[in-house]
Structures are given as structure tokens and as C-alpha cells.
């Protein structure tokens, strides 16, 4: 059981930046696709990026392309998500997820068997 535990959310002012992490309590954490979604109120969950576990290719939703980085480092089982010139759109609860092994499409949430509990973003206009 992969447990997934996500820091650095917070308040900031548009234009501003995050970073968000992703600690995995997993060994073989670089054998898991990892991602970060995001679910604003009343929105149903949406896919942000995410990092292949096989070749290190990061895919981004349209929406954050140019503006967010995702990296991993194996050797301490955690991901980060560079958030930079924030939007006040961007709010929301962003969730890390992964899956093992995976073939299946990253951008899609039903790819993934384990998640976080959630750190909440709030960019003010």
C-alpha cells in the first residue's frame, strides 16, 4: 500500500509562485507513473501533469503548459510540481497520485490506484 503524502500548498498572490511536494512511502518508487490533478469547488477533479515511470516524460494539461514543472527524484521517493506565475484559476486542491507499471494514459485519473489526501492552492487576484 503506497501512502502519499503532499506539502507546500498555501496562499499566494497572482503572478506568484509554489512549489508542491510528493513524498511516497514506497521502495521501488521509480517503478510508479506519478501525477498531480486538481478538483476546484464544484469542478470535478482535472488532470495537471504527469511523469512516466519508464522514461521520465512529462506530459501538462494546455492550461499550465510553459507556466508549471514536474520532477521527480527517485533516491528520495518524491515529485515536485514548480508552479509558477500563478492565476487565480489555478486554485484548488491539487492531488498527487501514482500508478505501478502502468501503460495506461496518465492524463486520465482512472489510471491511478493510489492518492494523496490533498494540499489546497489559493491564488489571489
Given at each position: 500500500q503506497v501512502q502519499l503524502v503532499e506539502s507546500g500548498g498555501g496562499l499566494v498572490q497572482a503572478g506568484g509562485s509554489l512549489r508542491l511536494s510528493c ?103
Amino acid at each position: 500500500q503506497v501512502q502519499l503524502v503532499e506539502s507546500g500548498g498555501g496562499l499566494v498572490q497572482a503572478g506568484g509562485s509554489l512549489r508542491l511536494s510528493c513524498a511516497a512511502s514506497e521502495r521501488t518508487f521509480s517503478m510508479y507513473a506519478m501525477g498531480w490533478f486538481r478538483q476546484a469547488p464544484g469542478k470535478e477533479r482535472e488532470f495537471v501533469t504527469a511523469i512516466s515511470w519508464s522514461d521520465g516524460n512529462t506530459y501538462y494539461a494546455d492550461s499550465v503548459k510553459g507556466r508549471f514543472t514536474m520532477s521527480r527524484d527517485n533516491g528520495k521517493n518524491t515529485v515536485y510540481l514548480q508552479m509558477n506565475s500563478l492565476k487565480p484559476e489555478d486554485t484548488a486542491v491539487y492531488y498527487c497520485a501514482a500508478a505501478r507499471f502502468t501503460r495506461g494514459e496518465l492524463d486520465h485519473k482512472e489510471t491511478y490506484g493510489y492518492w494523496g489526501q490533498g494540499t489546497q492552492v489559493t491564488v489571489s487576484s
